[in-house]
């Protein structure tokens, strides 16, 4: 049986590793040039655990091969779609590359193909998109070809445990097209599977990052309310969460990624009408990378350091620990709110290219060092130590990295009120 998969990025990649090493022929179609290259040449252009090693054996098998050539990807049995479904400017969503990607099918495809769309997508999306296959083609959704959305739930760093062992769910626009897909991802899938239609599965996997995101949201909140009240809001989450039913999320310098900042968007989008909470949570969220500086100002006002004249040491610009990823990264948020204000931006991170090359290089003469992501090397550092080679010692923890202030330095957290 042949695969397309469309779209080799974050998700692309590591589906279409999956069913080679299961055993399909698989073609995945890049419009990147540098990426198929690399592909090819069996190197993966994101990080990922086991992602290098799962590559080789997928490319050295022969049953992966990276194509740019849409006539490369004509005929076969199943299309599977992994592009990006990003918000514009106004908080809209961009379908242009699921758009361009389902009219590349719709020309390969064969009477009887399976299409599969992974991406997340606005309710109705995949009755819309079988609308314009028709259109194209003038084969009939259901009985000339078949369409299924089966949402990708991995979370990035564990990419490979979670697409075998999380469970999915398959929405067809036909229980025909659910069942031929579940069939199709039982070749490496060992979680539950469910089928349903093709709105029910949009809504559910918008549903479960609004959760977190509303979660994550409230849990801000509790930060913002710690420092008013003089306590340190992670040793009150800690014993509020062993209640049985309570399960507080954990606060921070903001919520990033591809997916948790857009997806309660889409959610939203082809609604009429709603009751302000989603958005509410997406605005409290958006807004910590400023309550982050607020923080910043406050303790350089308190040593008396101009802003104009401070040196600021970011560590961290990934999105989430040991990530390499930076779409929509806090960090960078919270760097833009401060770099007009100061004399001077440093930046490091062990997983982003083009920031200082140690953090004793970062740290070198600022007035305060920012953690913006719990990279796990940023929880062994030795303060003391990095402290020597700073002018101010400022330190503002953005990720409850730092456990126990250290000595010599003043002090302030996301939620850590009590200092
Ligand atoms: N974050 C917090 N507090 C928390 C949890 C997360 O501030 O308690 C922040 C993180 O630092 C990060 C952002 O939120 O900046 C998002 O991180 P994440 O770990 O919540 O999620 P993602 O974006 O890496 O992956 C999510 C996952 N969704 C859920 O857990 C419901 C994943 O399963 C999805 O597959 C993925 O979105 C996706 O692709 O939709």
């Known amino acids: 049986r042949e695969i397309a998969v469309i779209g080799l990025g974050y998700i692309g990649l590591p589906t279409a590793i999956m069913f080679a090493n299961a055993g399909f022929n698989v073609t995945g179609y890049e419009i990147r040039e540098e990426v198929v290259e690399k592909i090819n040449s069996g190197k993966a252009h994101i990080v990922e655990p086991e992602i290098d090693e799962l590559l080789r054996k997928a490319v050295e098998s022969g049953n992966l091969r990276a194509t740019s050539d849409p006539e490369e990807i004509r005929g076969k049995d199943a299309y599977i779609i992994c592009v990006q479904t990003p918000l514009r400017e106004d908080k809209t969503p961009d379908l242009s590359y699921l758009e361009s990607a389902v009219k590349t099918v719709a020309k390969a495809m064969k009477r009887g193909s399976l299409v599969v769309i992974e991406s997340t997508v606005p309710p109705l999306t995949t009755v819309k998109m079988a609308k314009l296959i028709e259109e194209l083609t003038g084969f009939k959704a259901g009985k000339d070809f078949y369409m299924v959305h089966a949402p990708e739930r991995v979370m990035p760093g564990r990419i490979f445990k979670e697409l075998v062992y999380n469970s999915r769910i398959f929405g067809g626009i036909t229980p025909e097209s659910a069942e031929m897909a579940e069939r199709l991802y039982r070749s490496f899938v060992k979680g539950q599977t469910f089928k349903t239609n093709s709105t029910v599965s949009e809504v559910v996997k918008l549903m479960e990052n609004t959760f977190r995101d509303v979660n994550i949201a409230l849990a801000n909140e509790f930060a913002f309310l710690a420092h008013q009240y003089g306590i340190d809001v992670f ?36 609604a009429k009408e709603d009751f302000g909470l989603i958005k509410l949570a997406r605005e409290i969220n958006d807004s910590m990378p400023l309550f982050t500086k607020d923080l910043l100002f406050s303790a350089l006002k ?50 982003v290219p083009g920031t200082s090359g140690s953090v004793e290089e970062a740290v070198e003469n600022a007035d305060a060092v920012v953690i913006a992501t719990d990279h796990t090397a940023f929880k062994s550092l030795d303060w003391e130590k990095l402290g020597k080679l700073m002018r101010t010692r400022i330190l503002i923890d953005g990720r409850h990295v730092v456990e126990n202030p250290p000595r010599g330095f003043l002090f302030k957290g996301i939620g850590r009120g009590e200092f």
């Open 235 to 270: 040793e009150a989450i800690e014993l509020a969460n062993t209640h049985p039913r309570v399960r507080i999320h954990t606060p921070g310098i903001g919520v990033g990624g591809h997916c948790l900042p857009k997806d309660p968007h889409l959610l939203l989008w082809p």
């Open 302 to 351: 308190e040593l008396n350091v101009p802003p104009e004249d401070a040196t600021i040491a970011v560590l961290g610009l990934a999105y989430k620990g040991d990530s390499d990823d930076t779409r929509n990264s806090p960090a960078l948020a919270f760097i833009e709110e401060i770099e007009g204000d100061v004399k001077a931006v440093k930046t490091y991170d062990p997983f």
